[in-house]
């Protein structure tokens, strides 16, 4: 085992049958042509070092607040992430033997955790999910070490060893990272005590922010939707039982939250429909979701209209909307019933944004405050509908991609397919959309290197200057989020 | 500024802040890798020089019979391209103040436009919007100046300078340009007047052929569908208040654009829907549609009858049929209400062709006389329907990538996904679709260079010979368009 | 006319207009980038020569049980091959001028036939057609001559000649080809007489298996369909009249087939729609079909039903399930009528999987005895749904690109699409899919040259080592089929 000089430092020996490979290579990622990826090198160069700027994500406010050490490595880079749980299950892993929705672990069960993580590794080749964890063992702890049944304990030791470290506490990660701002994703009913005592600490240098999440509030046709509502009426101090209600408390609500730093209200729903009701229709579809007599379709037509209220409202608070559409939720009811939401079983569904924006975009399309960020899994929309979405509404940019598509080849595809359309500057920046704080920086160099990758190529095919491209490279890292989050 | 050697030849001195970059880059566009750009540089050389055949696109028959100056720098590259002002107008600029939908604008308005653009030069870095104006700069004016807000005026004043020149006249260009065969688009009422005279004005080289483009007579649920189709009868001398009218009035204003040596029909719906009626059906109908009693799903049935009615006339007066389908136009209402079609937010809608066409080719597929050109924006049917209905009917061909997708990746995409289906011959050949006649030869040369870099690859991957790639790249740039479109 | 040294080893001289090529590459489809192809050439030379596993194909097991001679060229490698004839008919060449749906031809028709594709052969460039042709005339026949019409007569004597050679028997290639396992695709009802009296036979030494292929049983709006049920009734010894009869039936037929070797059974319809009924109203529209009074609704239903028994059915006996959705068959009507099925106009359509697989997948996506291996003809899916799916259920694989996309570059989308989702271990292995036992070889070294080009690609950009990168080609080759099928 390896131990490169990091804060953790951790060096052990090596086992029989372990593999010690050498430091994640400098050139990682860049294209295989040598001329380009000197080309690569150098624009990588000027934007490795930038601080992190992390404008969506699911880090736990409270873990920064507590910066209690991480419990242990299954804790850390296992148990919590349905990234490398949902492959460990399709290789015949029970998700319980993962520790998925047991709460914390003790050691026999973490490490035997960790075991099967490290047996099972060759299931990740070729994933980003090898690539982020082999990152941040090396980063982290001085790891190079491979993964394998041979090595699995030895790892586990190290790992839990460098834990032990103040440099590993959650805190000393942000400082030590340079992530200058991270926005958190949390409940509208949330009073943001972690957010606001971050704000207030002097030696939390990281700009913690909140987002805006409201999905439960906005369907109607979910069995816990009217006790939310209540909830949510109770946290704004308003009675949310009529649609007045509602609209009021939301807007509360996102007052609050501006009040504590938000830059955005993030929406996911089945799909991205949006349809102006009257408000008589609006307020009696509510009393019917309110009275459980709605229908399907109404839960569904009310659904939209709110949609579109909080677009308006985003045009007012200039919280930018962010939508991330299309995906099955629990699509294996046996796994959500044992495990809970969350565990790898969310699958995507085609992406329709044409038609289904249009009622939005033609009132607010267009609207000086609005920056819409729109997200898909669905490949096939982005040439066809994304892109020239973004090309044309000076509110609409293409978000980065996102979850399933977070990967070297699918970050290049989206590139390639969303650049000649709509042009770089149309596009939201890196978005790391991670629980997993250990796996920030990594997926931000990830995105660096496959941008400076990208910029060489137009570079070598002469469609750009080098100079323009350093320019365009920097813009986005640190000009897309500042514009479309207004960070 | 630079001044190569051009018609234009304008050479200013160099204002601070200008970048002077060199000429476009011999091997632009072609592959990276040293040894395959070797081979798609000897292929590219093969058919550099041929003359252009343009068999699709929209310049204006009148601008090139009238042969005056362009009027100014914004007129000539800005304004009326939409492809340029959509990019503007997402990045925050006003389409009014780009002149769009004003007419001609005043000296001071035309330079306030161009600044504009040279502002925003890096919203196009990676578009091939910057691609083609870098080349139109530079082969027509011998500028290699990078557009900025320093370089504005000065550009502005070559650009306004080189106008004058009698070598930059529209007619003048198609000489220079090499311009063998251009088609423009044209309203089947159009008596062609302008193309007659083109025709037997013995020093107009180029054939300059019209386009039937039928679309609003097959839209009988538009409301100026009832007078469109009156006007149709008037120009055809019949009386086009009924259905077997329509049919008769349609088949002679063909018959007149084929005598004006048109050599296609173009259309583009919502969709490519074809069912037939029966002969009862079609007149009922149409009567509706003519007493505006038609209902949606009536007026879409008789626009997909009359669909059909277009291939059987294909098939007797042999006008190659080209479908572009699949497009939401006039997204923004607000912004079409004010300044009109084509001003940049026609939005792609997805794609289906199988079942959608299925009825027209039972019926004509094998028809020795029909030539069917099929495009999409939607990529994603391009190896899933396109490519295997080119890969068995003898009538079909893939139209080249159109619009959005009319740029270096995506054309190496469609290439890539459509030739290992339907091959090489199966395509349509380029096709610049454009009104903006600056850039024809830049699109020209840019489909070339990637299809020479294409066949380089599979030279280099040994799956054909250099002889054959050769001979493939000769037959996509004259044998596609001669077969295609009977040129 | 070159010969290496191979089994026929015809040798003749070379006409003129021939044009005599080197042997195959070396280094065909792989990456042209020199040190990523140094990289795949040593990756490709450790799976080059291990045995061909064909899990699923379409050789017919009475050519091999009679091991005649083929009859000529045409035969072997042109009339039976619609991949082959749908690209001439694409190209003008009617049907009947290639044999298409005429039984035997004589040496004239042969002859003539073979004349055509020779003419042609600049159709094929760019497709696996001709890449397969080519690597086939000289693995078999040692000839690198290319086909042209100067060669077509040429060719066709070498091939004829070689054809009368004992080493090109169909037994004879089993062995040279090193075909350790070939499965054939065999109907319900099928006595499998021809698979036992091979097992049987002590001489042949490839175990040939019969694929279960129940689709007509399970269309009960199709007109053959009560007489099919009857027909499966008498091959079971049960009466199919009734719902549970048809149930018992199958499970029998399902027993003999394993009893037979069989290793999947292979589902084919126009979607994969799973939807349970309940066992009254499953008997009540079973009824119904054999009364020839079902809707069109209902026999949908039914066939949902079916296709969810078929799953339980795999739960029990291990037959690993593959389905193959998403194709219009018999797309020109008038061709199916002359020719009769698989004459190359079966048009793909839009794959969902997503939702309509969902039941399917509740009830037995975690069982321990189900493999389910997906396909699809609609790339769009590939990252919308299928790594998805693969990436979380135990039961689920990703089938290797099937038809249209079985192709170089294909496969090289589908396995960047796929891996960073799923992983490598989460697909089917490679799937010839053939019914053209002599471009077996040449299909499964072009898989195996393109995942050796992939992962080399992995290696050069430092995400996969390359000892790991050699094991997971290898499991590739010897470990998917293995897992997936059970061999």
Not at 40 to 55: F, G
Not at 152 to 165: E, M, R
Not at 356 to 363: K, M, N, S, T, Y
Request: aromatic letters at 6%; proline letters at 8%.
């Amino acid at each position: 085992m390896t131990a490169a000089g990091t804060a953790a430092g951790t060096a052990n020996g090596t086992a029989v049958g372990e593999v010690t490979g050498p430091a994640p290579h400098p050139d990682r990622l860049l294209p295989a042509d040598p001329g380009v990826r000197r080309l690569a090198r150098a624009l990588h160069a000027e934007v490795a070092d930038l601080p992190i700027v992390s404008p969506h994500g699911h880090v736990d406010a409270g873990l920064l607040l507590q910066d209690a050490p991480f419990r242990d490595p299954a804790a850390l880079l296992l148990t919590p992430d349905h990234y490398v749980t949902r492959l460990l299950h399709a290789s015949g892993v029970p998700l319980q033997e993962l520790g998925v929705g047991q709460g914390p672990l003790d050691e026999t069960a973490a490490r035997a955790a960790w075991r099967l993580l490290c047996r099972h590794w060759a299931v990740f080749a070729g994933t980003p999910v090898r690539y982020w964890l082999e990152q941040s063992l090396h980063d982290a702890f001085g790891l190079t070490t491979r993964p394998s049944s041979e090595s699995a304990d030895s790892l586990y030791d190290a790992v839990a060893d460098g834990l032990t470290t103040p440099g590993l506490r959650p805190r000393a990660l942000l400082e030590r990272f340079g992530i200058r701002v991270l926005a958190t994703t949390d409940d509208p009913a949330d009073d943001l005590a972690a957010h606001a005592a971050l704000r207030d600490d002097p030696t939390v240098r990281t700009r913690v922010v909140p987002t805006f999440r409201p999905d439960r509030y906005l369907e109607p046709g979910r069995p816990s939707w009217r006790a939310d509502t209540d909830r949510l009426g109770d946290a704004a101090g308003v009675d949310a039982g009529t649609w007045d209600g509602w609209v009021e408390a939301m807007q509360l609500r996102r007052a609050h939250f501006r009040r504590h730093g938000a830059v955005s209200a993030d929406h996911s729903h089945e799909d991205v429909g949006t349809q102006p009701l009257s408000p008589a229709d609006a307020a009696r579809l509510y009393a019917a979701a309110r009275a459980r007599t709605v229908t399907v379709p109404e839960a569904t037509a009310l659904r939209r209209h709110m949609l579109l209220e909080m677009a308006r409202m985003s045009t007012e608070d200039g919280l930018t909307m962010t939508l991330h559409p299309g995906v099955r939720r629990g699509h294996h009811g046996p796994t959500s019933a044992r495990f809970g939401p969350d565990t790898g079983h969310d699958i995507p569904l085609p992406g329709a944004f044409t038609d289904a924006l249009r009622p939005l975009l033609e009132r607010y399309g267009t609207h000086p405050s609005l920056r819409l960020v729109l997200f898909t899994l669905d490949e096939s929309v982005l040439s066809r509908e994304l892109a020239p979405l973004a090309g044309f509404y000076p509110s609409v940019y293409v978000g980065a991609p996102w979850w399933f598509l977070d990967a070297p080849a699918s970050i290049r595809r989206w590139r390639e397919t969303v650049t000649e359309i709509a042009g770089l500057r149309r596009t939201s920046g890196f978005i790391d959309d991670t629980r997993a704080l250990l796996s920030v920086p990594a997926r931000h160099d990830m995105a660096r290197r496959l941008d400076a990758g990208f910029l060489a190529g137009l570079v070598a095919e002469h469609r750009l200057d080098e100079d323009e491209a350093a320019e365009a490279l920097v813009d986005l890292v640190v000009g897309r989020p500042a514009e479309v989050f207004g960070l």
